[in-house]
C-alpha cells in the first residue's frame, strides 16, 4: 500500500506540477567573506583544505532539488553534512549565503521579517530531532501554540488542538505535560503541533533520531499513515538509510555540504553514481527496494515460458511469494510489453546476495 | 626564554627581589605617617570638599543628585513606616511586630512550605528576643527596597543582555569590574554624592547588587535549551512572543535563583552601609567593633546570621518550589488555595490585632536575652582566649613572625621600584606580556597616588590570606570532590558561609585575636573558603570518570589519583578558585581596617570619621580598586594559559 501512494505521487512528480518546494544554488558558507566562496574554484577543495585556505566551512554548497507536491523527500547523510543546516536554510532558521528558495512559486530568502513569520505560522512547518517542546505548556497548549500566536481564540485553537490529538493518537494525554511523557509520545505532540495550522509543507528534522529502535519503527509507520491520510508534501531528514527507504519516495544523499545522487530507493541501489553511494546503500535488502524490472532478463533456450505474468514496477520482496510457488519463471511486463522473465533461483540469488 | 621552566624563572625573580630588598631595606618605601596627606591626597580633599559645599549650588545637584536622593530616600521612608519606624502621627508603625512575623510566615508558607516558615518565624522571633526588633526591620526594610529597586533595573537590563550579544559585550566588563571591586571601595564616592544617610545606602547597595542580578538573569536567558527556542521561531513567533511565551516561562527559577542572590547580596552589602549610615543591624555591629566589645558584637552579629538565613532559605525555597513544570492533582491545587486562603485570612487579622493591640505592635521590652548572649559569649571568648592560648596566639605569631612578616618586608619594606619589578617579572612570568604592562600601568597608578606602601601592606595580608585560603581550601575542596558523604556534611556549612554577610566574621575573630591585622587575615580566610571549596571541588567532580576508571584500573593508589588525575585536570578550577578567592580575601582585608589591619583599609575608613583625611580616604579607595584589578587580571591570565 505504501508503495502504491509512493508509486502514485512518483508519478505526480512527473506528471510537470509546479513544485512545491524548489531549491536553486543554496549556499551556506561559515567563516570570514563568506560570499567569496560561493561558485569561486576554492568551493571544489575538500572540506579541510578550504578551511586551511580561507578560514571558511562550506555547511552547504550548491544544492538544488525540486520537491513535488505530496512526495516525500529525504535528504540522507552522515553527520557533519550539512543536512541540518540545509532544512534550516529552507526555513531561514540559519540565513543561506547564497542561493534561492521557491515555495510554491515564492522565493522565501528574499520575504521580509514579516511575510517570513506569515509564512511560518500558515504554509510550512517544522519537527524537530529534540522536540523543542514547551516544557511549562501542557499538551493541548503546546499544540495549540502556533495557532495563539497567530491570534486564534483559546476555544477554537482548543477545538483545533484537539483534532490533531486525535489525528496522531495523542488522546487521553492532552492535559500532560511533555516531561510526563516517553520520547515517542513527545515526537507525537511535536508532529501534531506541526500539523496544527495544516501547513502545505512539512520539515521534519531528524525526528525519529532520539528515539528507542522499537518506538522509531511506530514513529516511521505514523509518518507513513499521516502522508497517506493528509497527502503532506515532506522533507525529511534522517542519517538512518532504512529509514530514508522506508519512508521516502525519492531520497538525496549528502556528503560533505553537496549533493552527490537524488533518486528513488530503487535508483540508489540499483545505479548507485559512485563508490560513496555504493558504499551507503550496500547493507539494504535489495529485495526490498528493486522492483522486477531489476531482475528481468530474456530467457534460456530451455526455460519455460508459459508461468505467470508480473508488473515490471512490483517489488521484488512482494512478488517472491508468486515466484517462489510457481514451478516456472514469472514472464515481467510493462505497460503490456514484454521485458523478461524472473526465476526463483533469479530471487534467491538476489536475496542471498550473491547476485 | 622559552627553554627556561616557568618555575625557575621564578625562583630566579624571587632571589633576586630578597636580595635587593635585603641590601635597600627601608630606603625609597614611600611610608607616609597615617596622618599626613600628600600634595595630591589633600588636592583630592578639596575637591570632595568643594563638591560637598555646592551641594545647594550646582545644576547637577540640584537636577540630578538631590531629586534622586530624595525620590529614593522616599521610597525607603514608606517602607521603614510600614514595618519599622512610627509612621505619620502614630507612635508604631503601620504594622507592629506581630503583623510582620503573620506576613513573614504566610509569604514563606504560600511560596514553598510550612516547615520553612515555621524556620522564618522563629529567626525572627530570635531577632526580637535579641533585642535587634527594631534594627531587624531597619535591616529588612532597606534590603526590601534595595533588592526591589536592584530587580526593577536587573532583570530588564539582564534579558536585554541575554537576548543581545551586543548589550551583552558592553556590559561584560562593568560586571566583571563590579565583582572585583571590593565592598568598601563602593561607600565614600556615593557618600559624597549623596550624603551620609538612606539614600547613599541604598544606591551603594544597588550599585553592588544591579550586577548581580544581571549576570544571573542573563546567563539564564542564554542558557536555555535552545530547541523550543528554535521551534517557537520556526512557528513565526515574533521577538515578544518568544521571550514572553518561551524564554522567560523557561529562565522563571533561573531568574528566581537570581534573585536570591541578589536579595543576599544586598543583605551582606546594607550591613555594612551602617558606615554610611545605613539604619539597621550592621549599625549595632559597627558599634561593637568600635568598642571592641566581642559580646555585643555576638548579639548583633547573630541577628544578622538569622536574617540572611531567614532570607536565603525563604528565596531558595520559593525557587525549589519552580523546579517543575507539572502542578499538583486538581485535588492538590483546591487543598493549597484552602491553605492559602486560610493563612492569608489569619495574616490579615494578625496585622490588625498587631495595629490594635500595643503589646502586639512593639516588641515587649520583657523578651529580651541579649545581656545573657552578651555574657554567655564574651566569656567563652574569654575561656578560649585564657585556656587555648597556645593555638589562638601561638597560631597568630607563628603565622605574623614566619609567614606575615617576612613578606611584608620584601613588599612594602623594600624600595617600591623593587617590588614593582618583581611583581611586573611574576605578572610577565605566569600572564604574558600584555598582563605585565597593564600591572606596570597601574602599579605606577598606585606609586602615584602616595599611597604605594600602604597598598603592600594591604597586598602582603592578602597574599597571606590566600596562601592559607588555598591550603585549607584545596585540601577541603578535594575531599568534598571526592566523597559525596563529606559533601553533605560540609554543604550547609559552604551554603551558609557564601551567604553571611562578611562583616560578621569579623566579630568572633576579634575575640579570638584581638585588634590586630591577623584578625583581618583569619577574617579574609574564614569568609573565603567557602567559594574556593566550592569550586575546587566542582572540578575535582567534573574530572571525567572514565580518566579516574583507566587509572585506577592501572593500579594507581589513592594518592596517585589525586596528584596525578583529578589534581592535574581540575588545574584550571584551582586556579580560578585563586582567583576568586583572592577577590574575596581582598575584599574581607580591606574591611579589617576596623580591628587593626592597617593598610589602604583603614584609610578608607578614616577618611569617612575625619574630615581632613577625606581625600586620603578616596585615594585610598581607588588604591584598592587598583590593586583588586591588577591581582584580577593577573590570576584570569594564568588561569587563560592552562
Known amino acids: 500500500m505504501v508503495e502504491e501512494q509512493r508509486s502514485a505521487s512518483a508519478s505526480s512528480a512527473s506528471a510537470g506540477r509546479p513544485p512545491a518546494v524548489s531549491v536553486r544554488g543554496l549556499w551556506k558558507v561559515y567563516g570570514p567573506n563568506p560570499l567569496s566562496i560561493v561558485g569561486s574554484p576554492d568551493a571544489t577543495l575538500s572540506r579541510s583544505e578550504l578551511r586551511a585556505k580561507t578560514g571558511c566551512t562550506a555547511a552547504v554548497s550548491d544544492v538544488s532539488f525540486d520537491v513535488a507536491p505530496g512526495e516525500v523527500f529525504v535528504v540522507m547523510g552522515l553527520s557533519g553534512s550539512g543536512k541540518s543546516t540545509l532544512i534550516r536554510c529552507l526555513t531561514r532558521l540559519v540565513e543561506p549565503t547564497a542561493g534561492e528558495v521557491f515555495l510554491d512559486g515564492e522565493d522565501i530568502s528574499k520575504a521580509t521579517p514579516q511575510r517570513l513569520r506569515e509564512l511560518r505560522r500558515q504554509h510550512f512547518s517544522m519537527v524537530f530531532q529534540h522536540f523543542g517542546l514547551l ?92 502522508h497517506r491520510e493528509l497527502g503532506k508534501t515532506m522533507v525529511f531528514i534522517t542519517h538512518d538509510l532504512s529509514e530514508a527507504v522506508k519512508v521516502g ?107 | 626564554m622559552t627553554h627556561l621552566k616557568k618555575s625557575h624563572l621564578l625562583i630566579g625573580v624571587g632571589l633576586v627581589w630578597i636580595t635587593l630588598s635585603r641590601i635597600f631595606q627601608g630606603n625609597q618605601t614611600l611610608e607616609l605617617a597615617t596622618s599626613e596627606n600628600t600634595s595630591f591626597t589633600s588636592s583630592v580633599g578639596d575637591a570632595a570638599a568643594s563638591i560637598r559645599g555646592n551641594r545647594t549650588k550646582s545644576a547637577a545637584f540640584i537636577y540630578f543628585f538631590n531629586p534622586i536622593r530624595a525620590a529614593i530616600t522616599g521610597f525607603v521612608e ?20 506581630f503583623g510582620v512575623v503573620a506576613i513573614v510566615a504566610f509569604t514563606v508558607y504560600a511560596t514553598s512550605r510550612l516547615r520553612t516558615a515555621i524556620l522564618a518565624v522563629s529567626l525572627l522571633l530570635a531577632c526580637g528576643a535579641l533585642g535587634m526588633w527594631q534594627f531587624t526591620m ?7 527596597a534595595s533588592v526591589l529597586l536592584s530587580l526593577l533595573v536587573g532583570i530588564p537590563v539582564g534579558i536585554w543582555a541575554g537576548r543581545s550579544d551586543r548589550v551583552l559585550k558592553i556590559l561584560t566588563p562593568f560586571l566583571d569590574l563590579a565583582q572585583i571591586l571590593p565592598t568598601l571601595v563602593y561607600l565614600a564616592p556615593l557618600a559624597l554624592f549623596f550624603l551620609i544617610g538612606t539614600a547613599s545606602a541604598t544606591i551603594a547597595t544597588m550599585v553592588y547588587s544591579i550586577p548581580i542580578a544581571i549576570r544571573i538573569t542573563a546567563h539564564a536567558i542564554r542558557n536555555l535549551n535552545q530547541s523550543p527556542i528554535e521551534a517557537a521561531l520556526s512557528m513565526g513567533s515574533t521577538p515578544t512572543q518568544t521571550l514572553t511565551k518561551v524564554q522567560l516561562p523557561m529562565a522563571k527559577q533561573m531568574i528566581i535563583l537570581g534573585i536570591n542572590q541578589t536579595v543576599m547580596a544586598a543583605l551582606s552589602f546594607v550591613v555594612i552601609a551602617a558606615l554610611i ?49 507539572i502542578p499538583l492533582t486538581s485535588q492538590q491545587i483546591r487543598r493549597g488555595r484552602i491553605k492559602v486562603g486560610l493563612s492569608g485570612l489569619l495574616a490579615i487579622a494578625s496585622i490588625f490585632a498587631s495595629r490594635s493591640v500595643l503589646s502586639l505592635a512593639v516588641w515587649p521590652g520583657s523578651i529580651n536575652i541579649s545581656q545573657q548572649v552578651e555574657d554567655v559569649t564574651n566569656h567563652a571568648t574569654k575561656w578560649i582566649t585564657t585556656n587555648l592560648y597556645i593555638f589562638t596566639v601561638g597560631f597568630k605569631d607563628f603565622i605574623s613572625n614566619w609567614v606575615l612578616n617576612p613578606l611584608e618586608t620584601l613588599l612594602a619594606f623594600s624600595p617600591w621600584f623593587v617590588t614593582l619589578s618583581a611583581i611586573v617579572f611574576i605578572a610577565a612570568v605566569i600572564g604574558g606580556m600584555r598582563v605585565a604592562m597593564l600591572a606596570t600601568g597601574l602599579l605606577t597608578l598606585i606609586v602615584l597616588s ?21 591550603a585549607i581550601g584545596i585540601t577541603l575542596g578535594i575531599w568534598v570532590g571526592r566523597s559525596s558523604s563529606a559533601e553533605k556534611v560540609l554543604r550547609p556549612f559552604l551554603d551558609a558561609g557564601q551567604t553571611l554577610p562578611a562583616f560578621v566574621y569579623l566579630i568572633p575573630m576579634l575575640g579570638l585575636f584581638g585588634p590586630t ?68 580575601v581582598l575584599a574581607v582585608v580591606v574591611i579589617g581596617g576596623f580591628v587593626g589591619s592597617g593598610g589602604l583599609g583603614y584609610l578608607v575608613i578614616l577618611g569617612g570619621s575625619k574630615p581632613e583625611m577625606q581625600g586620603k580616604g578616596l585615594v585610598a579607595g581607588f588604591a584598592i580598586l587598583l590593586l583588586g584589578v591588577t591581582i584580577d587580571r593577573i590570576a584570569q591570565a594564568s588561569a587563560r594559559r592552562t
Open chain 1, 135 to 226: 516544557p511549562h505548556r501542557k499538551v493541548i497548549d503546546n499544540i495549540a501554540y502556533p495557532l495563539e500566536i497567530n491570534g486564534m481564540k483559546k476555544a477554537e485553537r482548543h477545538a483545533r488542538a484537539n483534532e490533531v490529538i486525535e489525528l496522531v493518537g495523542l488522546h487521553g494525554y492532552s492535559h500532560a505535560f511533555p516531561e510526563q511523557l516517553s520520547g515517542g509520545m513527545q515526537q507525537r505532540v511535536g508532529l501534531a503541533r506541526a500539523l496544527a495550522v495544516d501547513p502545505q509543507v512539512l520539515f521534519l528534522d531528524e525526528p525519529f533520531s532520539a528515539l528507542d529502535p522499537l518506538i522509531r519503527r511506530d514513529m516511521q509507520q505514523e509518518v507513513i499513515r499521516l
Open chain 1, 249 to 355: 519516495d525519492r531520497i538525496a544523499i549528502m556528503r560533505d555540504g553537496a549533493v552527490v545522487q537524488i533518486g528513488t530507493p530503487e535508483e540508489l541501489v540499483a545505479l548507485p553514481i559512485d563508490d560513496y553511494v555504493a558504499n551507503f546503500v550496500r547493507d539494504i535488502a535489495k529485495s526490498h527496494v528493486l522492483t522486477l524490472k531489476y531482475l528481468a532478463r530474456p530467457a534460456q533456450s530451455d526455460e519455460d515460458m508459459d508461468g505467470p505474468e508480473l508488473a515490471a514496477n512490483m517489488i521484488i520482496r512482494d512478488a517472491a511469494e508468486i515466484i517462489l510457488q510457481t514451478h516456472k519463471p514469472v514472464r515481467v511486463s510493462e505497460n503490456g510489453k514484454f521485458l523478461g522473465i524472473v526465476s526463483s533461483e533469479d530471487v534467491l540469488r538476489l536475496i542471498s546476495g550473491v547476485a
Open chain 2, 78 to 97: 514608606i517602607i521603614r513606616s510600614i514595618i519599622s519606624v512610627p509612621s505619620g502621627n502614630s507612635i508604631i508603625p503601620v504594622i507592629g511586630w
Open chain 2, 138 to 144: 531597619d535591616t529588612l526594610a532597606m534590603t526590601l
Open chain 2, 277 to 325: 549610615g545605613a539604619p539597621g543591624l550592621g549599625k549595632p555591629v559597627v558599634d561593637a567593633l568600635i568598642i571592641r566589645n566581642v559580646g555585643q558584637g555576638f548579639v548583633a552579629g547573630f541577628a544578622v546570621v538569622f536574617v540572611a538565613i531567614l532570607l536565603d532559605r525563604s528565596t531558595s525555597a520559593a525557587a525549589k518550589a519552580q523546579e517543575s513544570f
Open chain 2, 450 to 470: 602616595g599611597l604605594w606602601h600602604e597598598a603592600m601592606i594591604t597586598l602582603t595580608q592578602t597574599i597571606v590570606a590566600t596562601l592559607l585560603t588555598m
Open chain 2, 517 to 584: 591585622r591577623f584578625t583581618a587575615i583569619a577574617t579574609g580566610i574564614v569568609y573565603s573558603i567557602p567559594v574556593v571549596v566550592k569550586i575546587v571541588s566542582e572540578g575535582i567532580r567534573s574530572v571525567p570518570i572514565a580518566m579516574i576508571e583507566a587509572a585506577t584500573v592501572a593500579g594507581s593508589t589513592v594518592r596517585q589519583i589525586i596528584t596525578k588525575v583529578q589534581l592535574p585536570a581540575a588545574k584550571r578550577s584551582i586556579l580560578l578558585a585563586t582567583n576568586q578567592g583572592m577577590i574575596f
